[in-house]
């Protein structure tokens, strides 16, 4: 983004309402496991808050700072995007994104449920506001990592094969640490 919110290396969340139910994200740096918490809690206390009211949300991703994706991540875009889908039937859109990352994105099928385009150039006047960071603990985290995983397993049958050792992997690890008192 050209608003100066992000230095290079800065892996962070930050969003602005733009009113009526229109929230704009805007992710820099590594868009992985260690950020996506504190993306779904922010997406889902956003959308809870404008369920309650006449406008229906949307959430438009700013990721011209995003580098790369891990399949966490993506998994859990894949989920914000099926919810937002279910809740409004609209798509989220995701902007300024990199070659790398869309290719990333089409290859696992998380392209089709969302809409691509440039940015607005009026992003650079938002009121920018710094995502609340998450602290999970080991179950909650690889809880996190298995549902992204089984999302991204759910959107095309390749993707099945593909993240089926990941998926057995979380679930017995999860089955370890839950026998565990953390």
Same mark, same amino acid.
């Given at each position: 983004m050209t =608003?100066?919110?992000?230095? %290079?290396?800065?892996?962070? /969340?930050?969003? !602005?309402?733009?009113?009526?139910?229109?929230?704009? /994200?805007?992710?820099?740096g590594r868009? =992985?496991?260690? /950020? #996506?918490?504190?993306?779904?809690?922010l997406t889902?206390?956003?959308? !809870?808050?404008?369920? #309650?009211?006449?406008?229906?949300?949307?959430?438009?991703?700013?990721?011209? =700072?995003?580098?790369?994706?891990?399949?966490?991540?993506?998994g859990a875009m894949a989920g914000i995007a099926l919810r937002q889908k279910k809740d409004t039937s609209t798509k989220i859109v995701l902007c300024n994104l990199n070659p790398h990352c869309q290719q990333l994105?089409? #290859?696992?099928?998380?392209?089709?449920?969302?809409?691509?385009?440039? !940015?607005? %150039?009026?992003?650079? $006047?938002?009121?920018? $506001?710094?995502?609340?960071?998450?602290?999970?603990?080991?179950?909650?985290?690889?809880t996190m990592m298995l549902e992204a995983h089984e999302t991204l397993s759910n959107l095309v049958s390749s993707n099945e094969v593909q993240f089926a050792g990941v998926i057995d992997y979380l679930k017995k690890s999860l089955q370890d640490q839950s026998g565990k008192k953390n």
């Open positions: =608003n100066g919110q992000f230095e %290079p290396g800065d892996d962070r /969340i930050v969003f !602005a309402d733009l009113g009526k139910g229109v929230y704009v /994200i805007a992710i820099s868009a =992985n496991y260690a /950020i #996506t918490p504190d993306l779904r809690s889902q206390k956003l959308s !809870a808050e404008s369920l #309650t009211s006449p406008d229906k949300y949307s959430f438009i991703f700013d990721m011209e =700072n995003v580098e790369t994706m891990d399949s966490t991540f993506m994105l089409s #290859t696992l099928g998380v392209s089709h449920f969302v809409e691509l385009r440039v !940015a607005d %150039p009026s992003t650079a $006047q938002m009121k920018w $506001q710094t995502a609340d960071k998450e602290t999970l603990s080991k179950v909650e985290m690889t």
